[in-house]
C-alpha cells in the first residue's frame, strides 16, 4: 500500500502527471502575483495577523517619461586633443558619465553624444527619479585629473603677425590721437567718448568711470592724481591695453561707517604646514608653529625682508620679500584683516593662522583712501595674446586620470592629515617616471577639476607608478574624491550649458491613458475568446491572467518601465492571443476530422508549435538588433517586447495545454456548448 501511494505521488502516470504541472503553474502564478503587487500581500498579512515572512516593495523602476527626473547638457571642451582623437575622447567621457550614473542608482540613463552643426561635442545626459542639484553634483562634478609641467615652449610671433599687430596699433594709435586733438580744439568730452571709445561700459556714460581707488585702477588714477579737478591730459596715456585719455571730474576721501577708508602696506612671513592650502614643506603644524614663535622673537623691522627670504614657504618670497602691497578692507581674510588694520606702523603682528598656515604681519605705513571720480576715452591696443590666445603657465602630459587604476585614502604620518593615494597602471607608472625623471628640480603640478591642488618640486625621478594628492582635506572629502576617482576620471573638460527638470506629469497621464487602453484591449479580447472559443477560451484567458502576473514579476525584477517598454508589452499580449488562436484553429481542424478532445489537442498543438515557433523567433530576433544597435528609449521597447514573447512561449504551450487537458472529457460531450464553436 505504501508503495502504491509513493508510486502515485511521485511517479504519477496520465492526468496524475498534469495535476502536478497544473500546481507548479499555480505555485509560480502565486508567487508571481505576491512580488507583483507585494504592498496588497504585505497588508493582508498585517490584516489577518498571519506569521507569513513579508515582501520588501521596491515598486516599479520607472523611466524618464514616467518618473520625471534631470536633463544635463554638457559641452565637451576638446581643445587639447588631437582632431583625430577627439570623438573617441568625447566617448570616453560619455562612457565615464553613464559609469557615474549607474553608481547612483539611477533607472536606465540616456546618455549620448552629440556633435552640433558649429562642430561642437555635447553629451547629453536624462537621469530618471534624480534631483536636478544631486544630478549636477553627482555627474558634472566627476573629477578631472591632469598632470601638468611648467610650459616653457611659448611661441612667438612670426615676422607676419608681428608686422600686423604693429599696423593695427598704428591706426589705433592715431584713432586715439584725433580723438585727443577734437577735445583740445574745445570738442564735446562725453559726445566724443560716445562716438570713440571702445570701452562700452563707460563709453555708454560718455567716458564717466564714477569714483575708483588706486586698488580699483591703478593705471587711471595714478594719472589722474597729478590732474587739477576738470583737467584733462594733453598727451596719450599707454596702458599695457589701451591709448587713454583721462579726465579728473572730482576727488575726495571715502567714507567708511562714518569715518575714513584706511589702507595699509604690509609683508608678511609665511610658515605652512602639511595640509595647509598648497603647502609642500613637509612640517607638520605643531613644528610649523614652533618654528614661527622662534622667528617672531628674531624679527625686526629691520631684519625682516632678510628672514622672509630665508623661511618663509611662499612661493616666490625669496624675489617678492612677502610684499603684500597697499590693500583696504575686503581684500584679506577675516583673521589677517582684524590683525593689520589695529597694528601700529612699523610693528611685527603676534602669530596670524589662515588657510594657508602660519603668518607674521609687518605694517609698513597706513593712509586715507582717496578716491577719484574719473572720465576716460580708451582705445584698445592689441597684444600677442590677441592673436597667439593665453600661453598657460602649465602644459598638459598624457598622464591624466585615465591611466589611474586605483585611488586610496591614507594619512600622512606629518600631522596625520587624510591624503589621497593614486596607484597607476604600467602605461601611467611609465608617464610618471618619465615626468618626473625630466623636470627634476622644478615643479609639478597636480590639477582637479582644471585647478592645480598641488604642485610640488621634483627631487628626483619617481619610479613604482605612485602618486600622493594632499591638501586641507577633511576625512569625507577624501573619501568622497576616491570614490569618484575611482569611478573613473574625465578623459576632458565639461561645461554644464543647460539644465533642465523634467516633471512626471505628462507621464502619469500617459501611464493612465495606457492602462486604460490596455484594460480596453484585454476585456475585449476576453469576450472575443470566450464567445467564439467558450469553454476553450475561458481557458486562454486563464492562461493571459497567469502571463500577465508572470511578465509583470519579471519587469519588477530588473526592467525599466518606460511609455515605449509599456508599448511593447501590450503588444507582447496580442502576440500572445495569437499563438492561442493558432492552437484553437487547429485543433477544431482535427475535432472535425472526429479525432477524441485528447488527441485533438496534442495534434492541434504539435501543429501550430511551427507556424508559432517560426513567428516568436522572427520576433525575438528583431527585438534582439533593435536593443543591440537602437537608442536607450528603443531599447525599452525591445526588452519588454523580448520579454513578453519569451514567455508567451512558455504560458501557450504549457499553461493552455495543461488546463485543456485537465477537462473531463465526458462532461464537454454532456455539455456540448461548451465546445460548440469547434464542432460541425
Known amino acids: 500500500m505504501p508503495d502504491t501511494i509513493f508510486k502515485r505521488i511521485f511517479q504519477p502516470q496520465g492526468k496524475g502527471k498534469l495535476w502536478w504541472v497544473f500546481a507548479g503553474v499555480i505555485a509560480l502564478t502565486l508567487a508571481a502575483a505576491v512580488f507583483s503587487f507585494s504592498p496588497v500581500y504585505n497588508k493582508a498579512v498585517d490584516a489577518l495577523g498571519l506569521t507569513l515572512p513579508k515582501i520588501q516593495d521596491n515598486g516599479f523602476r520607472l523611466g524618464l517619461d514616467l518618473k520625471g527626473g534631470a536633463q544635463l547638457i554638457y559641452r565637451a571642451d576638446v581643445s587639447a586633443v588631437a582632431p583625430a582623437d577627439r570623438g573617441q575622447a568625447v566617448e570616453g567621457a560619455r562612457d565615464v558619465i553613464e559609469r557615474r550614473a549607474n553608481a547612483l542608482g539611477v533607472s536606465e540613463p540616456l546618455v549620448q553624444v552629440n556633435r552640433g552643426s558649429d562642430g561642437e561635442w555635447r553629451i547629453i545626459v536624462e537621469l530618471a527619479g534624480v534631483d536636478i542639484k ?10 578631472l585629473l591632469e598632470f601638468k609641467e611648467q610650459n616653457t615652449d611659448k611661441r612667438e610671433l612670426t615676422a607676419d603677425e608681428q608686422k600686423k599687430l604693429d599696423a593695427d596699433n598704428k591706426i589705433a594709435q592715431n584713432k586715439a590721437a584725433d580723438a585727443l586733438g577734437k577735445l583740445i580744439k574745445g570738442g564735446d568730452f562725453v ?108 624679527a625686526t623691522k629691520d631684519n625682516f625682508k632678510d628672514l622672509v627670504k630665508a623661511n618663509s614657504t611662499e612661493p616666490g618670497a625669496k624675489d617678492s620679500l612677502g610684499e603684500l602691497g597697499w590693500f583696504g578692507k575686503g581684500a584679506m581674510v577675516a583673521s589677517f584683516e582684524k590683525t593689520i588694520f589695529p597694528q601700529a606702523v612699523g610693528t611685527i603682528s603676534d602669530v596670524v593662522e589662515t588657510d594657508f598656515g602660519y603668518h607674521l604681519i609687518l605694517k609698513e605705513a597706513e593712509r586715507k583712501v582717496e578716491e577719484y571720480n574719473i572720465s576716460r576715452i580708451a582705445v584698445k591696443i592689441k597684444t600677442i595674446d590677441d592673436i597667439l590666445g593665453p600661453q598657460s603657465e602649465w602644459k598638459n602630459t598624457k598622464l591624466t586620470g585615465s591611466q589611474l587604476k586605483r585611488a586610496s585614502m591614507q594619512f600622512n604620518p606629518n600631522g596625520n592629515l587624510p591624503e589621497v593615494s593614486l596607484q597607476f597602471n604600467e602605461e601611467g607608472g611609465k608617464l610618471f617616471e618619465e615626468i618626473t625623471g625630466r623636470n627634476v628640480g622644478k615643479p609639478v603640478a597636480i590639477f582637479l577639476d582644471s585647478e592645480p591642488i598641488s604642485t610640488p618640486n621634483v627631487n628626483e625621478k619617481i619610479t613604482g607608478g605612485q602618486a600622493v594628492i594632499n591638501g586641507r582635506f577633511t576625512v569625507t572629502e577624501v573619501k568622497d574624491l576616491v570614490k569618484r576617482l575611482n569611478a573613473g576620471a574625465l578623459p576632458v573638460p565639461i561645461e554644464l550649458i543647460n539644465q533642465q527638470t523634467i516633471g512626471a506629469s505628462l507621464g502619469k497621464v500617459a501611464v493612465n491613458n495606457s492602462l486604460v487602453a490596455g484594460l480596453i484591449a484585454l476585456l475585449i479580447i476576453a469576450l472575443f475568446m470566450i464567445l467564439y472559443y467558450r469553454l476553450p477560451g475561458l481557458l486562454a484567458v486563464s492562461s493571459l491572467i497567469v502571463y500577465g502576473l508572470l511578465v509583470l514579476a519579471v519587469f519588477k525584477w530588473q526592467v525599466t518601465l518606460t511609455l515605449p517598454g509599456i508599448a511593447g508589452f501590450i503588444m507582447s499580449i496580442g502576440v500572445a492571443v495569437d499563438a492561442n488562436i493558432l492552437i484553437f484553429e487547429r485543433m477544431k481542424e482535427e475535432l472535425r476530422s472526429g479525432k477524441t478532445l485528447t488527441k485533438s489537442i496534442d495534434d492541434g498543438f504539435s501543429r501550430a508549435w511551427p507556424s508559432i515557433r517560426d513567428g516568436n523567433i522572427t520576433t525575438i530576433i528583431t527585438c534582439v538588433v533593435l536593443f543591440i544597435f537602437s537608442t536607450s528609449i528603443i531599447k525599452g521597447f525591445a526588452i519588454t517586447l523580448l520579454l513578453g514573447v519569451t514567455v508567451s512561449l512558455f504560458t501557450a504551450i504549457m499553461v493552455t495545454r495543461t488546463f485543456l487537458k485537465l477537462v473531463n472529457e465526458r462532461v464537454l460531450e454532456k455539455h456540448r456548448w461548451l465546445i460548440a464553436s469547434f464542432k460541425k
Request: glycine share 8%.
Open 134 to 143: 544631486t544630478a549636477i553634483q553627482k555627474i558634472g562634478e566627476t573629477p
Open 191 to 298: 559726445a566724443i567718448a560716445k562716438a570713440v571709445s571702445e570701452d562700452k561700459a563707460t563709453a555708454e556714460k560718455g567716458g564717466e568711470m564714477g569714483w575708483v581707488t588706486m586698488s580699483e585702477a591703478g593705471d587711471q588714477v595714478r594719472i589722474a592724481a597729478k590732474l587739477a579737478k576738470g583737467e584733462m591730459t594733453k598727451d596719450l596715456v599707454t596702458t599695457p591695453f589701451d591709448y587713454e585719455i583721462i579726465r579728473l571730474n572730482d576727488k575726495r576721501v571715502r567714507q567708511e561707517d562714518g569715518a575714513n577708508a584706511m589702507e595699509v602696506q604690509a609683508r608678511h612671513l609665511l610658515i605652512c604646514y602639511t595640509g595647509a592650502q598648497g603647502c609642500e614643506s613637509g612640517l607638520n603644524k605643531e613644528a610649523a608653529l614652533t618654528k614661527i614663535n622662534k622667528l617672531k622673537q628674531d
